[in-house]
């Protein structure tokens, strides 16, 4: 079957330039490997200008009808458990507030208004990663449920399949080291937190960092990165890694006095950070186009931007008779590295201060001290939108 855009991935990269791209009235296939709803290894910490996409999607709504929780503040703890608070106001784009919602609902919900806009949506499909072009044509196979193979066609293919995406060169991405030791991260929820209400936690520990925010029905989304040496001393007891991961910090230590563990553990690593290389004839988008540090709160707001971004650089191109998925990913990757260029740098420089004590330690001196620098970095990690009028498609 022909379209004229392929999307692969339904997270909220995917989902999201799908939706656009049907209201602007180009037939969108949406094929998704797994069926919702579905866990994902996620902060669940959801922005503040977040919500902004959600409005122009029309699910805003939807997500405080499945339990969204309201989020006005933000605390981050150094090890030693002196804390920096941030006002979600600090950040804020139209909402004063972030909110807390678990992937596998908030994913259902975009997912959702994709199907209800008219994209094509086959959940459970297996793309191969096989990829053939010919003619201004990209052919994409895979399977349903392991069964008859299919295939389908269209000028542009977007992949949205996260950081291992199937059609990314991950060779451009760095592993990210603490200490010689990769980088794996965990996440549980939890229920019995006490406290939560309204604020979301941030804890840096020796070898990492964790965060914890409330999410739907009462439970508490635990989410940290540590060393694969701690994971290895750990052994497999999950209590352990707690001990030698978040319990360490004595903030984290008191907020997790109590709590149970609802739900299974994810896992996931080692981790990458940085830009991947697309695949001649795709357009990478959200974590299958670069991972961001989960500690700026921006992994979901780069997957909602540059889903939005894709779609308005592929509508506008094909209203103009642009088909060319190397001339529109083209003009994608400039409005994308003006747009978000800022942040990877503003990123790669906190990580490098975070993962070293002494540098960690006199930065939250001067955080706790001076509110100006606290505010100063939120928004380090943000940067203002660039039109897209500024980058019209080129033509051959």
């Not at 060393?227 to 890694?241: I, Q, S, V």
């Not at 943000?382 to 019209?392: A, D, G, L, M, V």
Request: hydrophobic share 40%; net charge positive; with cysteine.
């Amino acid at each position: 079957m022909r379209y004229d855009v392929i999307i692969i991935g339904a997270g909220p990269a995917g989902s999201t330039v799908s939706t656009l791209l049907a209201r602007a009235g180009l037939r969108a296939l949406l094929l998704e490997k797994s069926r919702f709803p579905r866990e994902k290894l996620c902060g669940e910490f959801i922005t503040p200008e977040c919500l902004n996409v959600f409005d122009r999607l029309d699910v805003s709504q939807r997500m405080f009808d499945a339990g969204a929780e309201i989020i006005n503040q933000w605390t981050l703890f150094a090890p030693d458990g002196r804390g920096v608070r941030v006002p979600m106001e600090w950040i804020a784009d139209g909402h004063n507030h972030a909110i807390g919602i678990s992937r596998a609902q908030m994913d259902l919900i975009l997912l959702d208004g994709a199907r209800q806009t008219g994209v094509d949506v086959r959940e459970g499909f297996r793309v191969s990663p096989r990829f053939h072009r010919e003619n201004g044509m990209s052919f994409i196979e895979g399977k349903t449920n392991g069964k008859t193979v299919e295939r389908f066609s269209a000028p542009v293919v977007v992949d949205a399949s996260g950081r291992n995406g199937v059609f990314s060169n991950r060779t451009a991405q760095r592993t990210s080291f603490i200490g010689g030791s990769r980088l794996f991260g965990c996440k549980i929820h939890l229920r019995a937190v006490e406290g939560m209400s309204g604020i979301g936690e941030l804890f840096f520990f020796r070898d990492g960092y964790g965060g914890m925010s409330g999410v739907e029905n009462g439970r508490a989304n635990l989410c940290f990165i540590t060393t694969e040496a701690t994971l290895r001393e750990a052994k497999g007891d999950r209590e352990k890694l707690l001990d030698l991961t978040m319990r360490s910090n004595p903030a984290a230590r008191r907020r997790l006095r109590g709590v149970v563990i609802d739900g299974e553990w994810l896992g996931s690593g080692p981790i990458t950070y940085g830009r991947q290389r697309s695949m001649p004839g795709v357009i990478s988008i959200g974590d299958a186009g670069a991972f961001i540090d989960p500690f700026t709160g921006s992994g979901i707001l780069l997957a909602l931007s540059s889903g939005e971004l894709a779609a308005e650089v592929i509508s506008q191109s094909f209203a103009e008779g642009v088909s060319d998925v190397d001339v529109i990913a083209k003009s994608y990757d400039q409005l994308y590295r003006a747009r978000f260029g800022w942040r990877f740098k503003a990123c790669a420089l906190l990580r490098a201060v975070a993962f070293k004590p002494a540098m960690r330690n006199a930065l939250v001196t001067a955080l706790c001290r001076y509110q100006s620098l606290a505010k100063l970095m939120a928004l380090s990690t943000r940067q203002k939108i660039i039109p897209c009028s500024s980058f019209p498609p080129q033509r051959r």
